[in-house]
């Protein structure tokens, strides 16, 4: 079984669009994240959330917006998509406790068009 | 703020041989973690080896090995007897103590020549 699992693989969609990304994870963690990995392969984190509970915004712009119905989901929508939203987002997640190691999802390649 | 340097943005190895990895970091706290991630063309990300920087001793795990220099802030990775599965891009990150923030470098793409 997938321990991170997000949905979909890939995304294609038009400047404008809403479009959301779903992420599970089956292995108990309390602590959720979601990264971008820009087209230079640069990785960031943009959220954190511990137990449903926002920990980390890194100056992400409003049009994300996590949502964590329970604590082994984190989704991510995004309004308005722009061009400069095209990357590969991750989610992960971790056990309590910050020497715990991240367990990636294989992540979904977003294409603004 | 805490940054992360990857100075190779390309390395290749022989099959067999071994290759080193350079990371620097900028901190000024006493308490952090370093890792090593991994990210195949399958685009997941896998943990490598991690370092506690309370810890002298360096991390190895199997063919995995790091070189934690702490004055100088350098967390180097050797990769002993490279196979072709270990072709990849590689990060280093650095994750400061009690914070959930992982800082990633911009990675190194690993080639291994058969």
């Known amino acids: 079984d997938t321990a991170v699992s997000q949905t979909p693989k890939y995304l294609v969609t038009q400047m404008g669009n809403d479009k959301s990304i779903k992420c599970e994870q089956n292995?108990?963690?309390?602590?959720m994240y979601w990264y971008k990995q820009d087209s230079k392969k640069f990785l960031k984190i943009m959220f954190s959330?511990?137990?449903?509970?926002?920990?980390i915004n890194e100056t992400v712009p409003n049009r994300f917006s996590p949502k964590s119905p329970d604590k082994a989901h984190l989704n991510l929508h995004i309004n308005s998509l722009e061009l400069g939203d095209s990357a590969v987002y991750f989610c992960?997640?971790?056990?309590?406790?910050?020497?715990?190691?991240?367990?990636f999802g294989s992540g979904t390649q977003l294409s603004v068009l | 703020a805490q940054t992360v340097t990857q100075s190779q943005p390309e390395m290749s190895v022989q099959e067999a041989e071994t290759v080193t990895l350079s990371c620097t970091y900028d901190?000024?706290?006493?308490?952090?973690?370093l890792f090593w991630y991994k990210q195949p063309p399958s685009r997941q990300m896998i943990l490598v080896i991690r370092?506690?920087?309370?810890?002298?001793q360096n991390a190895t795990e199997n063919r995995f090995s790091v070189n934690f220099q702490k004055a100088a802030k350098s967390f180097s990775l050797k990769i002993s007897d490279s196979q072709l599965g270990d072709a990849a891009m590689y990060f280093c990150?650095?994750?400061?103590?009690?914070?959930?923030?992982?800082?990633f470098g911009k990675g190194t793409k690993l080639t291994v020549n058969p």
């Open positions: 992960a997640s971790s056990a309590s406790g910050v020497n715990e190691k991240l367990f």
């Open positions: 292995l108990g963690h309390d602590t």
């Open positions: 959330y511990n137990n449903k509970e926002l920990i």
């Open positions: 901190t000024s706290e006493s308490d952090y973690y």
């Open positions: 370092q506690e920087a309370y810890k002298q």
């Open positions: 990150a650095y994750r400061k103590g009690g914070s959930e923030k992982l800082v």
